[in-house]
């Protein structure tokens, strides 16, 4: 549905994009991450035809949006960083001024208009003028805009960026319901928001595509190897000697102390599951096993290590099922 | 068309949502007033000095009243005008709504020409309030219908030359006082820039006499259409659209 092709936008001798290439299937959401100016808004410019590449192409619904751009733009809605308002409308004016300029048939215009206030949950401030709505109307109102024509492609430039817990959570469940009828890509500095609404990942930092793939691929190739937690009971000091004879097992550090409980990371030889064969090694001597879960690397921590220049050590695992809210400020 | 009519007509809207179009309007209403007031009590007293010389002559309203008039409403079109475009292309980039007509399926010439008859409009508006004054002369005077039919096609068509100037000088900048202050300083210029004609060879001389926006007016209120002012106003007119259209285009690359 989308297909960037070596893209490469420069601002004089700044290089914004630097030959990246991805390719988005039809019904996806995927994820555009990346710190500030990585060239998240400059790719998304050029997908919408705001502005042309230096070189490469992008095709969009089927059209290059540099050779036809007026198709590629009738099956696009672009929400910019900033919603494009005009302060001195109403929202309802505004939206019908947009549902003219995006080609809306007169029909079905009024119609529409009432629909997308509907969806977006803006119908409440129909009559108000748009320069005096609190942020989370105004990015509501830009994504009321960007739906109007229900186009094939949606680009989202930090759709919930500024907008209140209750307002994302709503804002995403919204975005992940046009999944399927729509593709998606979503550009953020949030990363639970891509582990929560995003089939696919690009992370792209200094204009280069950096990964791409599933959170969750993601998360496991970027460790090398599996890590579990254990808590065993009881174990005393050969604990250790025997989860590393265990087959798979490359190395076993304790954590954590308490009384006779012992925490253990173990690493397993990627792609092996041995949690039957520790489960076993445990029980079969007695000891009890209080806990066994595994352990991945946070996006975060993904993301800083793919966007981090020098090779820092490798960062300490992080449980999955913690709650993560942190916004990532670069 | 329908997209440039839904741009226009957004424009034109836009103008009396804020306070320009009644500011403007306003003002140029009260200028025009006290000009036509101003012309009125003078051609009184000539025409009385006139009638009393006994010489049976009659004063000429159409030469002594309604084409100084008219040449006194090029004047206050110099510094009303800019004040209409100045924001049309800036207040869009500055605030980034750019971002919704350039990604929306609208080519640029759509744009820029909605933009323009936007424009065209309030101007159009702004004469239509001194039909007034022309009633009430038609009503106790007899002027030639077709001199004021003719100054207003010159008013409407040198307007029309200004306001695509305005449209170019406010389409390269974001700041709305650049912008105003740029347009009002070349309109201004090309109001005089004949005045040195006269000091320079006869080549300089009829250029310069040639690129003088106002100079072209003067035939209009003598009641006269010459096609030779038409093409210059319609090139003028292009020109500016065209550059207009460069100039956008230009600031894509440059992102």
């Known amino acids: 549905m989308i297909e960037v092709q070596h893209l490469t936008k420069r601002y004089g001798p700044v290089m914004a994009v630097d030959d990246i290439s991805f390719t988005v299937e039809r019904g996806e959401i995927l994820g555009f991450l990346g710190p500030n100016g990585a060239g998240k808004t400059t790719t998304m410019r050029v997908l919408t035809g705001y502005m042309p590449p230096t070189e490469g192409k992008a095709i969009v619904a089927g059209y290059d949006v540099m050779e036809q751009p007026i198709e590629a733009k009738r099956r696009t809605g672009y929400l910019p960083e900033t919603p494009p308002l005009y302060p001195e409308m109403t929202v309802r004016e505004y939206l019908s001024f947009v549902a003219k300029i995006k080609r809306v048939p007169r029909g079905e215009r009024k119609a529409r208009v009432e629909e997308m206030m509907r969806k977006t949950h803006v119908d409440d401030v129909a009559n108000r003028h748009c320069g005096k709505l609190s942020k989370g109307y105004r990015q509501r109102v830009g994504l009321a805009q960007a739906l109007m024509h229900n186009p094939d492609v949606l680009i989202l430039d930090e759709p919930t960026a500024g907008l209140d817990p209750k307002q994302i959570i709503e804002t995403r469940q919204l975005i992940r319901g046009l999944a399927g009828d729509h593709t998606i890509i979503l550009s953020t500095h949030i990363l639970p928001e891509v582990s929560q609404t995003c089939q696919r990942v690009v992370i792209i930092n200094r204009g280069k595509v950096v990964a791409v793939d599933t959170p969750d691929n993601l998360t496991s190739r970027l460790r090398g190897s599996e890590t579990m937690y254990l808590q065993v009971d009881a174990g005393g000091a050969d604990a250790a000697a025997v989860l590393e004879r265990v087959s798979g097992v490359t190395r076993v550090v304790a954590t954590d102390t308490k009384l006779q409980v012992v925490g253990y990371e173990v690493d397993s030889e990627a792609g092996r599951d041995v949690r039957r064969e520790l489960a076993a090694a445990v029980v079969s001597r007695g000891w009890g096993l209080l806990e066994m879960r595994p352990m991945r690397m946070s996006l975060e921590e993904i993301f800083l290590h793919v966007t981090t220049e020098e090779t820092a050590a490798p960062a300490a695992p992080v449980d999955t099922d913690t709650e993560r809210t942190g916004e990532l400020v670069s | ?255």
């Not at chain 2, 949502?17 to 000539?46: C, H, K, R």
């Not at chain 2, 399926?105 to 309030?122: H, N, R, S, Y």
């Not at chain 2, 690129?211 to 020109?239: P, R």
């Open chain 2, 1 to 255: 068309m329908n997209n440039i009519l839904a741009i226009a007509h957004k424009e034109l809207k836009s103008y009396f949502s804020t306070p320009i179009a009644y500011v403007v309007i306003g003002f140029f209403a009260l200028l025009f007033g006290y000009f036509f007031y101003a012309m009125l009590i003078i051609f009184n007293q000539q025409s009385q000095q006139l009638g009393g010389l006994g010489g049976g002559g009659n004063a000429d309203i159409n030469q002594q009243l309604i084409r100084p008039l008219f040449l006194n409403a090029s004047v206050i079109l110099l510094f009303v005008l800019p004040l209409i475009t100045m924001r049309t292309y800036s207040e869009e980039k500055r605030s980034g709504t750019i971002e919704l007509l350039l990604t929306s399926p609208v080519t640029d010439v759509e744009i820029i020409v909605g933009k323009f008859l936007g424009a065209m409009a309030l101007y159009a508006a702004m004469l239509g309030i001194t039909l007034i004054h022309m009633v009430l002369l038609f009503a106790w005077g007899n002027p030639e219908p077709k001199v004021v039919l003719m100054g207003y096609v010159g008013l409407l068509l040198m307007g029309g030359c200004f306001i695509s100037v305005g449209l170019l000088i406010s389409s390269l900048t974001k700041n709305q006082i650049v912008s105003g202050m740029v347009t009002f300083a070349v309109f201004l210029l090309l109001w005089v820039i004949n005045w040195i004609a006269s000091f320079t060879g006869p080549t300089t001389q009829s250029v310069l006499n040639y690129l003088s926006i106002t100079d072209h007016f003067d035939d209009f209120t003598k009641g006269i259409l010459d096609t030779k002012h038409l093409v210059y106003y319609f090139s003028v007119m292009s020109f500016g659209l065209f550059l207009t259209a460069r100039s956008v285009d230009t600031e894509r690359w440059k992102g």
